[in-house]
Every structure is written in C-alpha cells, then in structure tokens.
C-alpha cells in the first residue's frame, strides 16, 4: 500500500429511494493533493462528498483513512472539516465565536485559541471583523469565514461543496487564487466539488469527473483536457467537435469524410471511434495548397481573445474552430488538423441492444412492453433475445403518448453533421439516437422502433 | 356612504366583542355590590383586591393558576420543541401524518379533551388533583409550541447541524450549542402561548380537576357564580387579567412581527 495516500474510496455505493446515485466508486487521494469531483447536478459528486465528511453511510464499500476503515465513524471523529455551499455559519454567534466553535469543542486553552483565530482572520484577510454579526457580512465575506472556521482546526482533509457558486464572477476568479495560495501554503489535502469545469482545471492537481454515479475519468488536468476518454468527457471540459471516425489502421483514422494520420494505435483495424479535435487545433488559412481539406466560413464572432468561426467542410460537416485571426464570412478556408492533435476514442457502443423475450412469432417484449418485431418468426415464444436497433433507425416523435415508449432527451452531442442523443426512458433506460433534427436537453418524447429496424439475436 | 357603510360595520363589531369586557372594567371602578348598578366613582374594590377582601380559597385558587400555567408551559415548551426537531427531520408521508396528527387536538372542542382526559386518568386509576389538571394543561399546550417551533427550523439553514458535527461537535452539544439558540425566539413565543391558554382554560381543568377543593380561577369564579352572585372583588381581579393576557398577546405579536422582518432581510 502506498503511504502517501491519506484516503481511498474503494467500492462505494449508495442510493436513495431505489435509485442509484453512486455506483462502484474507487478513487485513492495522495496526502496534499488538491483533488476536485467534477461533473453535472446529480452526478454523485456531493454525496461522495457527504459519504466522506461522514453525514451520510454508504450501502457497500469502504472509506479508508491512512488505511483504516471509518465509515462507521461519524462525522464528529472523522479529522475532516467541511465548507458548505451556503455558508452554513451560526448565525447567533459572531464571527470570532463561529471561528473558535470547534477550538472550544476540543477544549484547547483560550490563550491558543485566541492565537489561532488571529492568524487564520489574518490568512483570509478578516483581521478587522472578528466580533461582527455573520449576517451583517457579504457572501464573499461569509464564505472566508466559514473556511476560515474549517481550517482553524487544522484537519487532515479539507472537504468543499461548491463553496464559490454562490458568489459573482469577479469574486469568484479572487477567491480560487486565494483557496489555491492557503493549499499551496498548509499542505492539506483538499477535495473540492464543482460543476464549473474551468474552475476545476485552474484549481485541481487531479480532476475526477463524474457522470451518473460513476466515475469517467481521472487524472491531471491537462491529460483531461487533452486526452479526454469519452465523448462525456471531452464535451464536459471545455468546448471540443466530437465526430464519428473510423480507424483505418495503427496511426491512420478517417473522418469528415477524409483520412488523417494520428498518434493513436491499438484500435485495430477497421474499427468505429469516437474523434475529438479541440477548436483551438484547427488551423486555419486563406490559401488551400498545404491544407488537407478546405471549408466555408458560415459565421464569425469574437470572443474577446480570439475569434470563434463555425466552417462547413468540402464533406458536409459542421466545424467549430477558434483563431486570433477573423476570416470573412462567406470565404473559402483551407483547413489543416496535426497528429498530435486528434485524440481517438474507443466507442462505448455502436448500437442499441436491449434485453428482450420473444413472445409470439410477430411479437417481442421489450421494457415490459410488447411492440411489433418481424424477426420475432425465428425464434420461439418464450426465448430471451438481444433487440438490437441501430442509433439512426430510432425513431423520435414530438409526443410522449405517439411513441411506443415515454421517454425524456437527457443529454445530447453534436457530431459535426447529426446530433447523438441519450434518451431516457420513463423506466430508467438509455435508449441512442442519431438524428438530424434538433432537439433540447429535457424535451419528452416519444420513441419508437419500427419492426423492420430491431435485429434480435439469441441469448444462452 | 359605502365607506360609511364599513367602517361602522367594523365598529359595530368590534363594540359587540369588546362591550362585555368593558362593562366588567366599568364596573370595577365603583362599590355597588350587584354588576349593573352605577353608585359613583371609586377604587375600593381594588384595594379591597390586594388588602385580603377575596378570602383564601380564592387566593389560593389565583396560586394554582399562575403555578399550573408556568410549569404547563414549561414542560410543553420542552416536549414541544423536541417534538418539531423530530417532525423537521422526519421525510414524506411520516412528516406529514405527525403534522396532521398534531393539528387534532388543537381542533378537538375542549368538552371532549376534558372528558376523554376524565375517562384516562379514571381508568387508570390515578387520583385527581393539581397533578392531574397539570398533565392535562401540558397535553393540550403542546400541539401549540410544535405549530410555533416548526416554522423557524424550517426558515434554517438546513446544513448548520451538520456543520456542528463536522466541527467536532456530538449530536447534544450541536442541538445544545446550535440548535436551541436558533429556535429560541419561537420557544420563547410558544411558551407565552402556553402560559395563556393554561390560564385561560375552564372545560379541561373541571373535568380534570377532581373533587378534593382544587381550584383554579376560572372554575372558582365559576362556582363562586353559581353560589349566589359574583364576589364584587372579582371584577377589578377580571380586569387586571385581561390587561395582563393583552400584554402578552402584544409581546408575541411584536416578536413574531420582528421575525418576519429578520426574514424579509434575509
């Protein structure tokens, strides 16, 4: 076992009311390391954080402190403090006592804790304000308060629920520098909940990113903003074209319709990937001799430091692309794309596939319902198949009560020339669709599987 | 003419309530023995009131007032602010049936909590008394200190308890060091709720009052009334309690004013 590692996540899992909201977490964080869960609203990063601070018991799994097991510890023993996201100061106390609460709690003499609250009000720049109403003082005023009230107790690990969500941008920008300069200057381990992904790449020395009570990826921020895993990924952290390819072969991919070399190898032959270009790694000229495929500026705006162009390809497909330089809208660009700039990814499918029983020879049930299948006449009633569809022939209708089954768009990928939704259906499965039309993150629709389209396959 | 129309309506009605109450003051300030006959201005009942004209069970009956009514709010205080601590932390439907639950006995007619309390402490057989009348006061008090309570826990930052625990403080030192000072204003309200309705109760405390002479105001004045004729002495004693009750009401409108303001700031 490696000493360094303060704590270890090692299978959590926890639900509420039947539904899932951590599945399987294992996660070892290194003495010192400023690590930050990121990922959307009802990801599970606050409740890994909950688990951890010990206000919540998980349903399996451990939490190893210095190797040692504390989910049975409440919160009260655990050397971890917290800042929450509203503060959560005591609002009959002021801010000196807000500040000594633990101190007293641990008895320590009134001398050193006198000594200790000076130091840390000096360390979050409150020196003048400490027998002040806490509810007399700002959000940002508040918020130093109350990290200064976790800190003071000098814990191994200092735990923080998006203690900057609440504040304005300016203050915000201030106060990451300042919580980045108090790691840099205590050495306490940090882990720090966001969903602003920027935050956590100015902030963290590890990112986790969380999806769905899972755990995506983690490493150092510049391997997840430029070797992102999956296509959640690399469209969480920062703006990315995520398209269809196809690996040719070790250092050769296609897509947008041409061939590239790569750095990637180990996919195989032939083999469907995800591709992610980042728009800041499209080069892009007026001349089309040295570029490898050429482009239609559709629009052009500027973003302050750069400017940001969408291009549609000689192949007709859709590029976001960034650049110092404007180009005229309208223009004919020649586009270029290097090596080392084309992360592939393995595609987590490349087809829908369901569990599913045959129930008569025109029949399946699916979801618990039973809908029309073609390929039903192979097999006998009673058997257990795989309904596969493919992501294009699903079929998306505006009402929930036209389709076969309810379902709701929970997240959606542009691929350059189609959209590839994650819709989920009203009993909590993923069904994919590739489409050309446009929907919206929330939208209720219908789904439905036209017979011709499900392929079954036989299950032992 | 409509306006006219209102505002004579409101004072019409407003006479009506407080007539009663006005005649008892009037009378206070004059001798005549019977209430109704006016025999010239005069304070001596009032100093008949504090120099011993009402006799000693009376006095004794005042003493049983004040002493249930303290300590019945004192207990439904505590058991009432307990009990919205627990009912703010319950989920869902449970949260909602204790809610509904508790609504009962404030709606119940008093008639029937008196006599369902007379049927109980019969049944089991205990002895009625001063303990009786004030285990009964506590019972109906303290639906009234969990409906005060509950509103300030819910108007709390909901993660102050845990921030106490994650400071290293045990489940009793955070509802000892964070809780109570936080709800303290509504226990405060809710206890002066309780002291009112205590000595303001008749239905209940005859019913649960025994037959050993215990007395309170209200049921001594009830059967000195029955006996022949209100003690003259009484009406100066009703007046200075209705001036007492009004005070408390202002004291708890002015809180509860002053907390709903301390929320607007917020």
């Known amino acids: ?460 | 003419m409509k306006k006219l129309l209102a505002r004579g309506y409101l004072v019409v009605l407003l006479v009506i309530l407080y007539a009663p109450i006005l005649i008892i003051a009037i009378f206070s300030f004059t001798e005549a023995k019977v209430l109704g006959n006016w025999t010239g201005f005069s304070t001596k009942l009032y100093e008949s009131l504090f120099t011993g004209g009402l006799g000693n069970s009376m006095v004794k009956a005042i003493e049983n007032t004040i002493t249930i009514g303290l300590l019945a709010a004192l207990c439904s205080t505590m058991l009432g602010s307990v009990a919205a601590i627990g009912i703010h932390n319950m989920k869902g439907r449970g949260r909602k049936a204790i809610t509904f639950l508790n609504d009962i006995p404030m709606l119940n007619p008093d008639i029937i909590t008196g006599i369902s309390l007379f049927i109980l402490f019969v049944a089991v057989g205990v002895s009625q008394g001063y303990v009786t009348v004030l285990l009964a006061h506590i019972s109906f008090c303290t639906p009234y200190v969990v409906l005060t309570v509950l509103p300030r826990l819910r108007m709390m930052n909901p993660n102050i308890y845990e921030a106490a625990l994650d400071l290293g403080a045990t489940p009793a030192q955070a509802l000892r060091k964070v809780i109570i000072p936080q709800i303290r204003p509504s226990m405060i309200s809710g206890f002066i709720l309780a002291f009112t309705l205590s000595i303001d109760d008749f239905a209940v405390t005859l019913f649960t009052k025994g037959n050993r002479g215990l007395e309170t105001l209200s049921t001594y004045i009830y059967a000195d009334a029955r006996k022949g004729g209100l003690t003259p002495e009484l009406r100066p004693l009703m007046t200075l309690i209705f001036l007492a009750v009004l005070a408390l009401l202002i004291i708890i409108n002015i809180r509860s004013a002053r907390n709903n303001k301390q929320k607007l700031i917020k």
């Open chain 1, 1 to 460: 076992m490696n000493k360094d590692i303060v704590i270890s996540l090692q299978h959590l899992s926890k639900s509420y009311d039947g539904k899932q909201v951590l599945d399987d977490i294992n996660l070892d964080i290194r003495e010192g390391e400023f690590v930050t869960l990121l990922g959307p609203s009802g990801c599970g990063k606050t409740t890994t954080l909950r688990l951890i601070a010990g206000f919540l018991a998980p349903d399996g799994g451990k939490i190893l402190l210095d190797g040692k097991d504390i989910s049975g510890v409440p919160p009260y023993r655990r050397p971890f403090n917290t800042v929450f996201q509203r503060y959560a100061l005591f609002p009959h106390l002021d801010v000196y006592d807000n500040i000594a609460f633990g101190l007293k709690l641990q008895k320590v003499p009134t001398d050193e804790i006198d000594k200790r609250v000076r130091r840390i009000l000096k360390m979050v720049s409150m020196t003048d304000y400490e027998s002040r109403d806490v509810e007399s003082l700002s959000g940002g005023q508040q918020q130093r308060v109350a990290i200064a009230r976790a800190l003071v107790n000098r814990p191994r690990v200092l735990l923080l629920d998006e203690p900057l969500a609440a504040l304005d941008l300016k203050m915000r920008k201030d106060m990451q520098i300042e919580l980045k300069e108090m790691h840099a200057q205590l050495g306490i381990t940090f882990i720090y909940v966001t969903h602003d992904q920027e935050e956590a790449l100015t902030l963290s020395d590890t990112i986790v990113v969380m999806n769905e009570g899972r755990i995506l990826q983690a490493g150092d921020p510049v391997s997840i903003y430029n070797e992102p895993q999956n296509a959640f990924v690399a469209d969480f952290i920062g703006e990315s074209n995520i398209l269809n390819g196809r690996m040719i072969e070790d250092r050769r991919v296609e897509f947008l319709g041409h061939e590239f070399d790569c750095v990637d190898e180990g996919f195989g032959e032939n083999v469907p990937v995800d591709v992610v270009i980042r728009p800041e790694d499209v080069y892009i000229m007026h001349k089309l001799e040295g570029s490898q495929f050429s482009g239609t500026v559709k629009s052009c705006t500027f973003k302050g430091v750069h400017y940001e162009m969408f291009v549609d390809t000689d192949k007709g497909y859709e590029l976001m692309i960034q650049d110092y330089n404007a180009f005229e809208v309208g223009s004919t660009v020649g586009l270029l794309i290097r090596p080392n700039d084309i992360q592939v990814m393995r595609k987590e499918r490349v087809r829908n596939s369901f569990d599913a029983e045959i129930v008569d020879a025109g029949h399946i049930s699916l979801f618990g319902s039973e809908i029309e299948c073609a390929a039903a006449a192979a097999f006998a009633p009673g058997d257990k198949v795989r309904a596969m569809v493919d992501f294009d022939k699903v079929e998306l209708v505006d009402h929930q009560e036209d389709g076969q089954f309810a379902g709701e768009v929970h997240f959606l990928l542009y691929k350059g020339d189609h959209y590839h939704l994650t819709v989920l259906t009203e009993d909590g499965d993923h069904v994919w669709v590739d489409t050309d039309d446009v929907w919206d993150k929330g939208d209720l629709v219908g789904v439905n599987f036209a017979s011709e389209n499900i392929k079954l396959e036989a299950v032992k």
